[in-house]
C-alpha cells in the first residue's frame, strides 16, 4: 500500500466519519495578466456538518491564491499547512472521455505537494472543467493534511494515556500509528500545539 494510502486509511480509522471533507459551491476569480497575480474568492460547505466557509486568498496564480486562503484560515489549528510546499503541477487530458472532440474531454489535474521532510504527496481530481479539478486538488491537500494533524493530536494523547496507565500493548499500538502518520506532519509543531493548548485550558 502506498504511504499516502496507508495514511489516509489511519486517518479514516481514527477520526471515524469526523474528518474535514469540503465541497465547492462556487468561486469568483480575478486574475491581472500582467502580474500573474490572482484573486480568489471560494465558498466551499462542510460535507459532515453542512457549516459555510469562505476562502479569499492572493497568489501568483489559482492554485498559489487558493492555497495562500486556506492556509490563512486554517494554519492556526493544522500547523503542518505552514511547512508544506508545492513540488509539481500538471494537467492531462482525457482523450477517451470525449464524445465529439478533445474540447470536450475530461482534465485530470494532478497537485504535487512536498512536505518538511521531503516527502511527496499527490492529489489528482478529474473532471470537464479544468479551474474546477485545480481547485479541488488544493482542497484534497489541505484536507489531507488538516486532518492528518487532528489523528496525530487524538493519538498522541492516547499515547500519554497508555504510558501514564502502564499498558504496554496500547503503547506500542499508538507509537506504531504515529510512526505512520508523522511522514505527513510537521510532528513537532503538532505536539508543540497540544502542550500550548494544555495550558491555555
Not at 472521455?97 to 470536450?104: E, F, K, P, V, W
Not at 510537521?186 to 493548548?197: F, G, H, L, N, P
Request: glycine residues 4%.
Amino acid at each position: 500500500m502506498h504511504q499516502k494510502e496507508a495514511i489516509t486509511d489511519l486517518v479514516a480509522e481514527i477520526l471515524d466519519g469526523t474528518q474535514i471533507n469540503l465541497k465547492v459551491d462556487s468561486y469568483d476569480l480575478h486574475e491581472d495578466l500582467e502580474t500573474r497575480c490572482v484573486k480568489i474568492n471560494c465558498a466551499v460547505h462542510h460535507v459532515t456538518s453542512g457549516e459555510k466557509q469562505v476562502i479569499e486568498g492572493t497568489g501568483v496564480g489559482l492554485i498559489d491564491a487558493l492555497f495562500n486562503g486556506f492556509v490563512d484560515i486554517y494554519s492556526a489549528e493544522y500547523p503542518s499547512l505552514k511547512t508544506i510546499t508545492f513540488a509539481d503541477f500538471s494537467i492531462k487530458a482525457k482523450i477517451e472521455t470525449g464524445h465529439h472532440s478533445l474540447s470536450d474531454s475530461a482534465a485530470e489535474v494532478t497537485l504535487r505537494v512536498s512536505n518538511s521532510e521531503g516527502h511527496e504527496f499527490a492529489f489528482t481530481d478529474t473532471s470537464k472543467s479544468i479551474t474546477g479539478s485545480s481547485i479541488n486538488t488544493v482542497l484534497l491537500a489541505g484536507e489531507f493534511f488538516c486532518n492528518t494533524d487532528r489523528a496525530v493530536k487524538v493519538i498522541y494523547k492516547a499515547l500519554q494515556f497508555a504510558r501514564e496507565n502502564k499498558r504496554p500493548d496500547s503503547v506500542r499500538r499508538y507509537t506504531r500509528q504515529l510512526t505512520t502518520l508523522v511522514h505527513a506532519t510537521s510532528y513537532s509543531e503538532v505536539i508543540e500545539q497540544i502542550k500550548r493548548d494544555s495550558l491555555s485550558s
